[in-house]
């Protein structure tokens, strides 16, 4: 049986603080297994974030898993490749391809998406479920004994387990570690905008740079000295998304407040590039800007008791608008809902909190390095670094167009199996093969199982795997 299909033998009560997409899909995937769940936010309203997002393999298949599939082909399109187009000049430095034969080993397609689609998509999915979202809800204070959240305006709601998905600056991870997060200013900000692609039909360069090509589904990366910009057609080919990175010691007049309800006006944006993508970042009046920050994963991500739990941006850090933002987040609701869709006894729960931080740490410190790494590769100074790095893509671009043989073939497969191959649910399948299913087997064996226990399900547990790879096609 899927794990998005199993109901846990004991239905708890939780309250999930923050509605962001980790929120939201945590909310739908513990309703999915049969769990009570309320969701406060602070903000007035669902989000409107603009700008887009990337789904690759390790996320589109955990969102057909749940069922999204009709809705990722309405409003995702697929990508393949990333063309690298010099913020200067604009001459084509390059690209990186991933062939579609290593794609579909990893399970499923790279889809890009406007970041408003996806979060109604997983809002819609979570109140369906029966989860119950109140925004307008400050959570002021956080208590493990019993677990329960005191409003901005003295309420107090109780649970069986709160759960922290509140971003950085989370009040759950200060009641879970016992001090705020601490956060260095990386020295850049994202300032994001969408375009309408219907007033773009007088100037034919920009239409045709934004339309979505089905022969060559790429995106293109414009790359600087300390700056790049990022951009893809979304809503059905309708939209444009754009995200440029600027240092922050070049924009003046922008106070240090972060969040994305902070926008900037075009004007007071140092956009000095390229004529082709000048007229681009013209275009919208203003932008969207939040600022990067360098973070650390938070040492515990539960308290003693095991009743209070942080996810997300609340227990490791991600940089917005790159590869992996909201996968990283689709990626916890998946294994959240997985191993908490085992749940059959009370004293389970610490357990099971414990699992999720040690399935999850990894691979989320992972992928923070390797998001950071990737910086380096689009904001090169001038000089030999910058031209090895533009041959190296050229070369890349070059082979492509020729044909890859088998051994570099082998070699894409190798770099991106660990990121894109994951499958979240597997994994925590394999960490209840392994280790919850021996937990029960003992707790059996010595005689002393509550009554919740009187017909282990254990005993028939399996791993479950995709036994074909998730392929959108209309």
């Not at 010099?86 to 084509?92: E, H, L, M, P, R």
């Not at 009046?285 to 920050?293: D, G, H, I, K, S």
């Not at 059959?344 to 610490?350: G, S």
Request: some cysteine.
């Amino acid at each position: 049986m899927s794990s998005s299909k199993r109901r846990a033998p004991l239905s708890i009560d939780f309250i999930i603080v923050g509605a962001g997409i980790a929120g939201l899909a945590s909310a739908f995937r513990l309703c999915q297994a049969g769990h009570r769940v309320r969701v406060l936010d602070k903000v007035s309203g669902p989000n409107r974030r603009a700008g887009g997002t990337h789904l690759p393999p390790n996320a589109t298949k955990v969102l057909v898993d749940w069922g999204f599939k009709d809705e990722l082909l309405k409003h995702g399109l697929r990508t393949r490749a990333s063309t690298f187009i010099s913020i200067d000049t604009g001459k084509v430095i390059g690209c990186i391809e991933w062939k579609e034969d290593v794609l579909q080993e990893t399970g499923a397609d790279y889809l890009v998406i406007r970041y408003r689609d996806l979060y109604d998509m997983l809002y819609r999915a979570a109140v369906n479920a029966g989860a119950r979202i109140t925004f307008g809800a400050t959570v002021t204070k956080v208590h493990a004994n019993p677990p329960r959240v005191e409003l901005q305006d003295g309420t107090v709601l109780k649970a069986d387990m709160v759960i922290g998905a509140d971003g950085p600056r989370s009040t759950v991870r200060e009641a879970v570690v016992g001090w705020p997060s601490e956060e260095v200013p990386e020295g850049h900000s994202a300032y994001v905008a969408i375009i309408s692609r219907d007033v773009l039909q007088n100037d034919p360069e920009l239409s045709d740079l934004t339309r979505f090509h089905e022969d060559r589904p790429d995106y293109p990366i414009w790359t600087g000295d300390s700056r790049h910009v990022i951009a893809f057609t979304v809503a059905g080919g309708t939209e444009f998304a754009i995200h440029a990175f600027l240092p922050d010691s070049e924009v003046d007049g922008v106070s240090d407040q972060d969040g994305w309800d902070v926008i900037v006006p075009r004007e007071r944006l140092p956009f000095h590039f390229e004529p082709k993508l000048q007229r681009l970042l013209d275009i919208p009046a203003t932008y969207q800007r939040v600022r990067l920050f360098q973070r650390e994963c938070a040492e515990e991500w539960t308290d003693e008791s095991g009743r209070l739990l942080l996810m997300g941006e609340a227990a490791h850090p991600l940089y917005p608008c790159v590869l992996q933002s909201c996968s990283m987040q689709i990626e916890d609701a998946e294994v959240l809902g997985t191993l908490f869709s085992r749940l059959r006894a009370w004293d389970q729960l610490p357990h099971l909190a414990e699992a999720f931080q040690e399935l999850r740490e990894p691979r989320t410190r992972a992928i923070y390095a390797k998001e950071t790494k990737a910086f380096d590769t689009v904001w090169v100074a001038p000089g030999p670094h910058r031209d090895a790095r533009d041959q190296a893509l050229h070369s890349m671009m070059i082979e492509g167009h020729k044909g890859w043989d088998e051994s570099k073939m082998r070699w894409q497969w190798d770099e991106i199996c660990e990121v894109f191959g994951y499958n979240a649910r597997d994994a925590a399948e394999d960490w209840w093969v392994m280790w919850g299913m021996l937990r029960e087997r003992s707790i059996t064996r010595e005689g002393s199982c509550p009554s919740s226990y009187a017909a282990p399900f254990c005993l028939g547990a399996t791993v479950t795997h995709y036994a074909e790879p998730v392929v959108l096609r209309n």
